[in-house]
């Protein structure tokens, strides 16, 4: 005869192979916090409505107390032959208290304690993720502030457009990252409901609060149906979701780290604290961090669409599969808040060369949209007569292997006679950045602005 807790009806012990594939606890073990602050919360409501005596309530509670501090000092044994971090908790709990025990299971199933478990370790994931993501808000903005006037090139293509500052660049990034925090918290909002007490998957024939132990765990109220309650998992995809578009923000700025710190680029350099050398090439300095925060999105995005391609198909209301929601998440969340912490020690550590973004910032004829904009100012020319007269003088200035600034008056006139000296006022790459007043432009007075607004945001 099975000697499972669950194992009433069966008379034989299960296959090695299901033992091998059911066990949850190598990973779900990282749930007990949560699964005995929910315990504590359904025992003292099953208490409270006299569902089970003071005194069982009394033991039930003092030995989770003492179950939870062995699980917060390392000294909980995990049993792989318990199946689940559910049943290592309930058997410790025997083992302390005896027999009374048993009835901090009444009135609810594993179902909705994982359910429960699950949301309160996402909800505490989101809440280290947003300290986390503001600290690296401060490091970006604090630099913005620094890098307010650093003239570098802006890129469309990946080819020298327009002069930018570095300082409006990296704010670029602090703008993506509240998005980012933004989608953390609206997941947080509407996984703020308490499954506990939706049992199996139909409720519970007994006189259960679920107000009470909602408010108990910190949620806002309880789960409206018993069946979603179990077997919904849109607050992990949502979670992850948000996860992924925040570790492609991530990755999208490594990327741009290990542009800039190659020689062909050369416009930051990062410490050793950041980098690593070849075994081979004594010369070498890897942007490894940069590189590894960048290759580890793909963890991130794949655990969503894991999670997304394990529930597509799934009737209500549980189903085994859904085991397979954890580990996943786990190493999802882990891995975003290495990243974010990785890019945020880089932006603090990263050196700027702004002589060698200065230079770069003229390249490719940068200018030549200041040009067309000035012919318009000053001359009256519509932008599309414009935009071809300074198509002809870039070809010009192409032609003699020189910038814009470069050519001589004369020959901007036998383009476009009217062209005056004033021209030149308007083709330095820091006139350039300097004239993008319009709000939410490169301008360094508008970058002081929009960082120091960030600071105070963050309270900095």
Request: net charge negative; hydrophobic share 45%.
């Amino acid at each position: 005869m099975t000697s499972k807790i669950w194992g009433g009806r069966f008379q034989s012990a299960t296959d090695a192979v299901l033992e091998a594939i059911n066990v949850s606890i190598d990973f779900d073990k990282r749930l007990g916090l949560q699964d005995v602050r929910g315990s504590l919360a359904h025992i003292a409501m099953l208490a409270e409505t006299g569902i089970v005596s003071r005194e069982d309530a009394t033991k039930i509670a003092d030995g989770l107390e003492r179950i939870k501090q062995d699980i917060e000092n390392g000294r909980f044994e995990f049993s792989r032959a318990l199946e689940d971090i559910h049943m290592n908790v309930e058997s410790r709990l025997a083992e302390l208290i005896g027999p009374a025990a048993g009835r901090l299971h009444t009135a609810r199933s594993r179902n909705d304690q994982v359910a429960t478990d699950f949301r309160l370790y996402i909800r505490d994931e989101i809440d280290a993720l947003d300290r986390e993501l503001a600290d690296l808000q401060i490091a970006l903005a604090t630099r913005a502030m620094e890098e307010a006037a650093s003239v570098m090139p802006g890129f469309t293509h990946l080819q020298s457009a327009q002069p930018v500052t570095f300082g409006h660049h990296l704010l670029a990034y602090v703008e993506m990252i509240a998005r980012d925090r933004g989608r953390f918290r609206d997941a947080r909002a509407r996984l703020n409901e308490s499954p506990l007490g939706a049992a199996a998957l139909a409720g519970t024939s007994f006189p259960i609060d679920r107000v009470v132990t909602a408010r108990a765990l910190g949620f806002d109220r309880p789960t409206a149906n018993s069946l979603d309650s179990v077997s919904d998992r849109d607050f992990v995809l949502e979670t992850l979701g948000a996860a992924a578009i925040c570790a492609t923000h991530l990755s999208r700025f490594a990327e741009e780290i290990v542009l800039w710190t190659t020689p062909q680029f050369g416009f930051i350099a990062l410490s050793d604290k950041f980098t690593t050398g070849s075994s081979i090439m004594p010369q070498k300095r890897n942007p490894d961090a940069a590189e590894l925060a960048r290759g580890k999105s793909g963890r991130v995005i794949g655990a969503f669409v894991a999670l997304l391609v394990v529930m597509k198909g799934l009737p209500l209301a549980y189903s085994k599969d859904m085991q397979e929601d954890k580990e996943g998440a786990f190493d999802a969340l882990d891995t975003l808040a290495l990243c974010i912490a990785a890019v945020a020690g880089m932006v603090r550590d990263m050196r700027v060369d702004r002589a060698r973004m200065k230079a770069a910032a003229g390249a490719g004829y940068a200018t030549a949209t200041d040009l067309a904009d000035w012919l318009v100012r000053t001359l009256s020319l519509p932008f599309r007569e414009a935009h071809h007269v300074t198509g002809r003088i870039v070809a010009r200035a192409e032609a003699r292997g020189v910038g814009l600034e470069d050519l001589t008056l004369e020959e901007m006139r036998s383009v476009e006679p009217r062209i005056n000296a004033e021209v030149f006022d308007v083709l330095g790459v820091e006139k350039s950045a300097q004239s993008r007043k319009s709000f939410g432009g490169t301008s360094p007075d508008n970058v002081r602005a929009a960082a120091q607004d960030w600071l105070d945001r963050l309270k900095v």
